[in-house]
């Protein structure tokens, strides 16, 4: 009895470190495991009233009185370089730095901002607003893995309305 539990032990582990093998490697190649979820960035892209491309986002409350989100000084990079969003045809900017619909946008520019010596305070921030409902439109069109051509490919739903028929989220 007892060696058949230690088979079956052996058998378990094996097992384990074979799935666990796989797992890793197909994270590696950025392939998915039967029945694992591909999670990757969302892929933002809006438009704005105003041209505040150069300008720190943050995320207010639904009743705009209040930040729910907002960066430290050194997290205005987006793969080692300042976050500005991609420009993409017809005004739409692609985001870098995870807006969403509470977005506002600050008198500080993602160069100025990166240089602070220490993230300001919420009411320091709230008085640096901008623009507290700069949108025109905003729209999610899926994830980033879900592209081999990202700004391409969204140049391509622009041109044709197609971006129409993604979820729009500044309603």
Avoid: W
Wanted: hydrophobic share 35%; charged share 25%.
């Amino acid at each position: 009895m007892k060696s058949n539990r230690f088979v079956l032990f052996f058998f378990l582990a094996a097992l384990f470190l074979v799935s666990c093998n796989s797992s890793r490697k197909a994270a590696r190649e950025n392939v998915p495991v039967s029945g694992a979820i591909m999670v990757s960035p969302p892929v933002i892209i809006y438009q704005t009233r105003a041209d505040y491309r150069m300008h720190v986002p943050v995320i207010l409350s639904e009743d705009r009185k209040s930040l729910l989100s907002y960066p430290a000084p050194g997290d205005v990079y987006y793969q080692g370089e300042l976050a500005y969003p991609l420009e993409l045809e017809n005004g739409y900017l692609l985001d870098r730095r995870g807006i969403g619909p509470g977005v506002a946008f600050l008198k500080y520019t993602y160069y100025e901002y990166s240089r602070l010596d220490k993230t300001p305070s919420q009411a320091e921030l709230m008085n640096l607003i901008l623009d507290s409902d700069p949108l025109t439109v905003m729209y999610h069109c899926g994830q980033r893995h879900e592209y081999k051509d990202l700004v391409n490919e969204l140049n391509e739903l622009i041109r044709s309305g197609k971006v129409a028929n993604y979820k729009r989220l500044d309603d």
